[in-house]
């Protein structure tokens, strides 16, 4: 049995450019994985299956059992595979579970199959699947442009610790799209925030919490009706600051004492809020 672990993701910057001529937006983000996982596990078969612990996932609805068939239709095999998926990366919620899930997919079956397929390959294929998946084959810290396929390493960050909670409120299908769609011209921007973090994180400086941004918050606060419920109560309790996760609804903050995060953490636990308590990785 193989085993291959799949990190969440934040997204420390998210800067949307523009709408491109092939109808994707232009963007420019730095992504961090962190230590909230989902593991999958891999073991040959005769027939495909795909399993998961979570109630409300579907295989027929993830980019999981996309990436076994595309898989095997760029390659020939004509092997099978079981998969087994053990979820905590919440369902929908803007960290990425099912592209880190899907990009798990072609690393584990390249190796359960014996493909023997480079990264280089590997990352073809991904961007064909999502554009986060690109990401998540490498993980750590990079940043994104294109629409979001074209992955930049960067030096790792220092470790940190963060606090994640994901607001209970119903996200429909589609919600990315969405938010797309809901951008005003007003929203774009130059690219120069995520610019500005690359160039801190290359010279190995701590992260600058200011430079954090999410375009995504002019609209997300709002239709999700989360600024007043979540983010200002969460400033209440002691979060120094607080960021949308990629396209929401779940919320993030840093701390760089890991003692102020636990605090929070607990704090938000004992209110009854779905949170975890993270590092970067």
């Excluded at 193989?2 to 420390?12: D, E, M, Q, Y």
């Excluded at 294109?146 to 992955?151: A, C, F, L, P, S």
């Amino acid at each position: 049995m193989l085993k291959i672990v799949a990190p969440a993701k934040i997204n420390l910057t998210l800067e949307v450019l523009g709408k491109r001529p092939d109808g994707f937006h232009e963007i420019r983000s730095v992504m961090q994985t962190v230590s909230l996982c989902d593991v999958l596990s891999f073991n040959e078969a005769d027939i495909d299956t795909i399993q998961c612990d979570m109630a409300g996932w579907s295989a027929e609805k993830s980019l999981v059992s996309q990436a076994v068939n595309l898989l095997r239709d760029a390659t020939g095999c004509t092997r099978g595979v079981a998969i087994d998926i053990t979820k905590k990366i919440p369902l929908m919620s803007g960290l990425g579970g099912d592209s880190s899930d899907t990009a798990a997919v072609l690393k584990g079956l390249n190796e359960t199959w014996g493909l023997g397929l480079t990264l280089e390959r590997l990352s073809g294929i991904a961007a064909d699947l999502g554009s986060d998946v690109t990401f998540f084959l490498r993980g750590g810290t990079a940043m994104a442009t294109g629409r979001g396929e074209v992955i930049t390493t960067l030096p790792s960050l220092p470790e940190m610790c963060l606090v994640l909670v994901v607001p209970d409120i119903a996200v429909q299908e589609g919600k990315t799209a969405r938010m797309y769609q809901n951008l005003k011209t007003s929203h774009y921007t130059d690219g120069t925030q995520t610019d500005k973090i690359a160039a801190a994180i290359k010279r190995g400086e701590n992260l600058d919490t200011s430079l954090i941004f999410n375009t995504f918050e002019n609209i997300a606060f709002d239709d999700f009706n989360i600024r007043r419920v979540y983010v200002e109560h969460l400033i209440k309790l002691g979060a120094p600051h607080v960021h949308l996760a990629g396209s929401g609804p779940s919320l993030f903050t840093i701390f760089k004492n890991k003692t102020e995060a636990e605090d929070l953490y607990t704090r938000c636990k004992d209110q009854g809020m779905e949170a975890y308590l993270v590092s970067t990785i």
